[in-house]
């Protein structure tokens, strides 16, 4: 085992880090930009060292001077955590050459299924079932003309550099694809630097579905069950749970194999997630695989009762799957994403905490990095707290998660947890009867009422 990390990382992630490295008896160095300076990670880990402004890109982006931090304190491993160089190449890459162990995929997988195009190619030969589509880049308006007529309207264009919403567009006759292809071919260029695009038939009315996989890059691979994404708003996910309501027993072992065997197929090494669009008749196709550990992982560390950010270190530092390949899961999950933003603008709020009142008991997890007396920067993003549920059934979790999220102050700044009470207070949501389109019907049934 390693005897000293460093995390790439900050706010409640890098806290969940620090835990489960403590807990391997493995010492943290936490990173910090000038305004994390108070911040709960850096008083927290062993070693903190500070490496620049707040702008992302001259601290926690900025790879010479994190790899820098690493060799001064003599981390062996980084963590990345999510989001800012979690999912850049370039960073395993380095730390190859720099004899430092990254904490997650080969820059070859990262780079294999960052490329949104070449990852649903690649699941092709997978034999995994993807929503039809192009089979490679489209380059102009003929070839987006003639590939939407061959796979019928509504399509959507993606930017293969694009990923969880980012450079999408929605086209839904041919009179608007000319226009449409122009302008998601700038968005790409203007937001990733590359104008490539895909299209895929575009499915109306869907559930988003995942599975958390890890893999020890030589083949063998463990795939848990499934969770539910299906709740959120311009790609920001709200609520998620695990399992999805939505989802018997025998459609869960069908998507786990695929999980399973398209991880096995490209080797997969490290936490990864494999993504999939699943519609009414229950058929299921797979859409992205992220190659991170995900905000939304402790519903499935609830229900299996695993700590994955334990096994992604000890996969990295073993090069070895210490999980059971027949993991069994029990009770059921829900996580509300607490952001400190207006709930009904959406606009963030940072700011001064002036007093934290978080909620605990039997089957309640809090992941957070705020403090009374915290100030919030506005540089990064809002999310500031997760609560987690866990109890043997949905309707007990969700009973659970309205009796804490009420038990929950947050004073000084706007935060979106009146907004989390009435989503947990729908009845379609405490059906379970919902999809990707429930916050738009959300908002529109709230006009009415
Ligand atoms: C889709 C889709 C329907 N059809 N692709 C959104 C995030 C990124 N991972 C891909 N996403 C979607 N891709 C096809 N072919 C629906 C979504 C989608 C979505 C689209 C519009 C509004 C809200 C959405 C929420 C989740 C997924």
């Known amino acids: 085992m390693f005897s000293k990390i460093l995390i790439a990382n900050r706010g409640e992630i890098a806290l969940r880090i620090i835990r489960s490295a403590r807990e391997l008896?493995?010492?943290t160095v936490a990173v910090y930009s000038e305004p994390d300076k108070n911040s709960?990670?850096?008083?927290?880990?062993?070693?903190?060292?500070?490496?620049?402004?707040?702008?992302?890109?001259?601290?926690?982006?900025?790879?010479?001077?994190?790899?820098?931090?690493?060799?001064?304190?003599?981390?062996?491993?980084?963590?990345?955590?999510?989001?800012?160089?979690?999912e850049n190449p370039r960073l395993p890459e380095i730390c190859g050459s720099?004899?430092?162990?990254?904490?997650?995929?080969?820059?070859?997988?990262?780079?294999?299924?960052?490329d949104k195009n070449r990852a649903r190619q690649e699941m092709i030969k997978a034999?995994?079932?993807?929503?039809?589509?192009?089979?490679?880049?489209?380059?102009d308006i003929d070839e987006a003309k003639a590939t939407a007529k061959k796979i019928g309207f509504p399509v959507i264009l993606k930017a293969s550099a694009g990923g969880g919403g980012k450079g999408m567009r929605i086209v839904r006759a041919a009179s608007q694809?000319?226009?449409?292809?122009?302008i998601a071919q700038a968005e790409a260029q203007a937001a990733f630097g590359v104008p490539s695009l895909y299209m895929e038939r575009f499915l109306e009315v869907a559930r988003h579905i995942e599975v958390q996989v890890a893999g020890d890059g030589k083949g063998n691979v463990a795939a848990f069950g499934e969770r539910e994404c299906s709740v959120q708003r311009k790609h920001q996910k709200l609520i998620e749970e695990a399992p999805s309501p939505f989802?018997?027993?025998?459609?869960?072992?069908?998507?786990?194999?695929?999980a399973k065997d398209a991880a096995t197929f490209i080797k997969y090494q490290s936490l990864g997630t494999f993504e999939f669009l699943v519609d009414e008749n229950k058929n299921f196709y797979f859409m992205e695989a992220n190659t991170r550990v995900q905000v939304e992982h402790p519903v499935t560390e609830m229900i299996y009762n695993v700590d994955l950010i334990k096994e992604q270190i000890i996969i990295a530092a073993d090069n070895e799957l210490s999980?059971?390949?027949?993991?069994?899961?029990?009770?059921?999950?829900?996580?509300?994403?607490?952001?400190?933003?207006?709930?009904?603008?959406?606009?963030?709020?940072?700011?001064?905490?002036?007093?934290?009142?978080?909620?605990?008991?039997?089957?309640?997890r809090v992941d957070t990095a705020a403090y009374t007396g915290w100030r919030i920067p506005p540089e990064y993003d809002s999310l500031i707290?997760?609560?987690?549920?866990?109890?043997?059934?949905?309707?007990?979790?969700?009973?659970?998660?309205?009796?804490?999220l009420e038990m929950t102050t947050i004073v000084g700044i706007k935060t979106n947890i009146s907004l989390q009470i009435k989503i947990l207070s729908d009845s379609d949501f405490k059906k379970g009867d919902y999809d990707i389109r429930f916050m738009d019907k959300f908002f529109t049934k709230k006009q009415v009422s």
């Open 98 to 114: 720099a004899g430092i162990t990254f904490i997650g995929p080969s820059a070859h997988i990262m780079r294999l299924l960052g």
């Open 247 to 258: 989802i018997d027993e025998k459609f869960r072992k069908k998507i786990i194999k695929a």
């Open 385 to 404: 707290a997760k609560i987690i549920t866990y109890a043997p059934t949905r309707e007990q979790a969700a009973q659970k998660m309205l009796v804490a």
């Open 25 to 27: 008896g493995v010492k």
């Open 127 to 139: 034999k995994l079932q993807v929503i039809p589509g192009s089979d490679k880049i489209i380059t």
């Open 177 to 182: 694809i000319e226009e449409q292809f122009s």
């Open 40 to 86: 709960l990670h850096t008083l927290l880990a062993d070693e903190k060292i500070c490496i620049g402004p707040g702008r992302p890109s001259d601290s926690y982006l900025n790879i010479p001077v994190i790899m820098a931090a690493a060799e001064v304190t003599k981390a062996e491993a980084i963590h990345p955590g999510y989001g800012f160089l979690a």
């Open 323 to 364: 999980l059971s390949q027949n993991l069994e899961s029990s009770g059921h999950s829900i996580e509300c994403r607490i952001n400190a933003e207006d709930p009904e603008t959406f606009i963030p709020s940072p700011g001064k905490i002036d007093f934290l009142v978080l909620p605990g008991g039997q089957g309640i």
